[in-house]
């Protein structure tokens, strides 16, 4: 059977199960642009509606069940209707939703904030996106200077300075953002993951704020960082004035400190959204105490950086005395009473040890299986594993960088088909690539379905590219 009969009789056969999430994809076109809330959940496969969420359990409005390893794209990664976050913001609810004050349970999220995650300052954002621009606008505010580094392929969500890649050595503004009219190349430099020189090159005329990233790239497939990297990266943006912060937005999934605790990184900064509330839209930034009381000085007015000084960007106000004016940092339900009570609830009763030891356990199992599938099937793929989360990659050996991860990306249909082929079999994997994350409630069962469906495709897919 060819590729595109295969692609087909998949599209036929989900038509046939799922009657009730065309009908409602067609209603759903009359008032929502793009015909969703977001146009985001257009990227599946084929549509389906949800109706129900349960652990690591997925039932739409048609009555198919999933074994679900998008888990909303992470953050549903603790699993889908816990009751400790249902209760946490329920009775927040019935109390008040948001207040423009803090909580007195404020204080002790925050305590428990620098005691997981090694830094004593923290705020919260309604999502990483947000956490991530308010850090680099700090960043150049008190460092002075204008230029970020990120890694060629990153995703740091909806930031546009983030939006560039890494094209015959330069640095392009990304070909797919839309209404964009700053050249972000001009203060934003990409490189290449796991280039120790060409980050070197990049920190060398000393304008750089902060290097943002993640400790493992998840976004451009999956890509590690090689031995020593984050040591000598480390160093270097020390040796550069720059900051380092680093976004464990999808990181996360390492351990109950993300990703800089289990590898024992030092961050000045750290970004972590999606799942910090259980699944409630809340995100957090953290810092230092040396950058917290550069932050704090800043305000006051006691700092000297207070100028962005490069030829390229000037911000800023002069010299002395607290600073006046909008600082353009915020938004009006950051830091909501529900949202901290979520924070809370999550730290104290889904992100536990226990909770990681479970969702590691079975990653590691889910990864070897796929492994044992791939050399079963001598297919030319390989599975990258950071945490809790794998990804297949249609490589035969992991990439080390975006560019070397392209080709594997650039494999749409058969994307495609392969996430159509698992849907049909009552599996969900992120839609965007082949991300697959196991939460504290996934059971076995559910990874052996995901891992037969995957050898079941495996077999048919070979069998057509024999023919
Ligand atoms: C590493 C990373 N940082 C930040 C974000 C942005 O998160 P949000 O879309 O919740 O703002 C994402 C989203 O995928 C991400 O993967």
Not at 43 to 61: K, M, N, Q, Y
Not at 182 to 196: H, L, Q, S, Y
Not at 238 to 255: Q, Y
Not at 344 to 360: D, F, I, K, N, S
């Amino acid at each position: 059977m060819a590729l595109s009969q295969l692609i087909a009789r998949e599209t036929q056969a989900f038509l046939e199960t799922h009657p009730k999430s065309a009908a409602q994809a067609s209603a759903l076109k009359q008032h929502w642009l793009f015909g969703a809330p977001f146009h985001w959940m257009n990227d599946w496969a084929a549509p389906i509606v949800a109706e129900d969420g349960d652990g690591a359990v997925l039932t739409d409005i048609d009555d198919n069940t999933y074994d679900d390893f998008c888990l909303g794209d992470t953050p549903g990664m603790f699993g889908h209707g816990r009751p400790e976050i249902a209760r946490a913001i329920a009775e927040q609810a019935r109390r008040g939703a948001t207040f423009m004050l803090p909580t007195a349970e404020a204080a002790d999220v925050g305590a428990l904030l620098a005691a997981r995650f090694g830094l004593p300052l923290w705020q919260t954002t309604l999502s990483a996106s947000d956490a991530n621009r308010a850090l680099i606008r700090w960043a150049r505010a008190v460092t002075g200077k204008a230029v970020i580094v990120v890694f060629d392929g990153c995703y740091h969500g909806m930031v546009e300075d983030c939006f560039v890649e890494l094209r015959h050595g330069r640095t392009r503004p990304d070909a797919g953002l839309i209404g964009q009219v700053f050249d972000m190349t001009r203060t934003t430099r990409a490189v290449p993951f796991n280039d120790i020189g060409a980050l070197e090159g990049a920190l060398a005329q000393g304008d750089v704020a902060a290097v943002l990233a993640e400790p493992a790239m998840t976004n451009c497939g999956m890509i590690l960082p090689e031995e020593h990297f984050w040591k000598r990266a480390q160093a270097l943006a020390k040796k550069a004035g720059a900051l380092l912060i680093l976004d464990e937005t999808h990181t996360l999934s390492c351990g109950p400190g993300g990703a800089t605790q289990a590898w024992d990184l030092a961050p000045d900064a750290l970004v972590i959204g999606k799942a910090i509330a259980g699944g409630f839209p809340a995100a957090i930034w953290g810092v230092s105490a040396e950058l917290g009381h550069k932050i704090q000085s800043w305000t006051a007015g006691a700092s000297p950086a207070n100028t962005v000084s490069t030829s390229t960007t000037v911000a800023g106000e002069g010299a002395g005395g607290p600073r006046t004016g909008r600082s353009g940092i915020g938004t009006t339900l950051a830091g909501n009473a529900m949202g901290i009570a979520a924070i809370g609830a999550t730290l104290r009763e889904l992100a536990t040890p226990e909770a990681y030891a479970a969702m590691l356990a079975g990653a590691e199992t889910l990864v070897g299986k796929l492994r044992d599938v791939i050399a079963k099937r001598a297919l030319p793929w390989c599975v990258v594993h950071v945490g809790a989360r794998a990804e297949i990659v249609f490589a035969p050996a992991p990439p080390k960088d975006a560019a070397a991860m392209r080709p594997a990306l650039a494999q749409t249909e058969l994307n495609h088909v392969l996430h159509l082929y698992l849907m049909n079999r009552g599996v969900l994997i992120a839609p965007f690539h082949m991300m697959m994350l196991v939460s504290p409630v996934t059971t076995a069962q559910q990874i052996d379905r995901l891992v037969a469906a995957v050898d079941s495709f495996a077999a048919e897919y070979l069998q057509e590219s024999a023919a």
